[in-house]
């Protein structure tokens, strides 16, 4: 099966950058789309940002869009989510997920998950 494993994480003062890495071992990444998501204490978890496998589309969460860019590098077996301007109320742990197929990108699709790696953006 699948393994998920993110990184980048840590402690950032408003308005810093962050770049989270998702490296898969086991699988790759081929065939599939890749999304983000978070969720804060006592919140729901949210879906950050998903791309399909060509790399050609992406979904951005109102909240975080033009501060973020997803991306992948499918030779690398990586995905990547780069944070800019950040802000408290982005503070969460944010988890990699694969989807099942090349497209689908609604919640539901995606199956497959990390462990997480903390954000926290201090004001």
């Known amino acids: 099966q699948v393994q998920l494993v993110e990184s980048g994480g840590g402690l950032v003062q408003a308005g810093g950058s962050l770049r989270l890495s998702c490296a898969a071992s086991g699988r790759t990444f081929n065939g599939y789309a890749m999304g983000w998501f978070r969720q804060a204490p006592g919140k729901e978890r949210e879906r950050v940002a998903t791309i399909t496998w060509s790399g050609k589309s992406a979904y951005y969460a109102g909240s975080v869009k033009g501060r973020f860019t997803i991306s992948r590098d499918n030779a690398k077996n990586t995905v990547y989510l780069q944070m800019n301007s950040l802000k408290p109320e982005d503070t969460a742990v944010y988890y990699c997920?694969?989807?099942?197929?090349?497209?689908?990108?609604?919640?539901?699709?995606?199956?497959?998950w990390g462990q997480g790696t903390q954000v926290t953006v201090s004001s």
């Open positions: 997920a694969r989807s099942t197929g090349p497209e689908k990108s609604g919640l539901a699709d995606f199956v497959s």
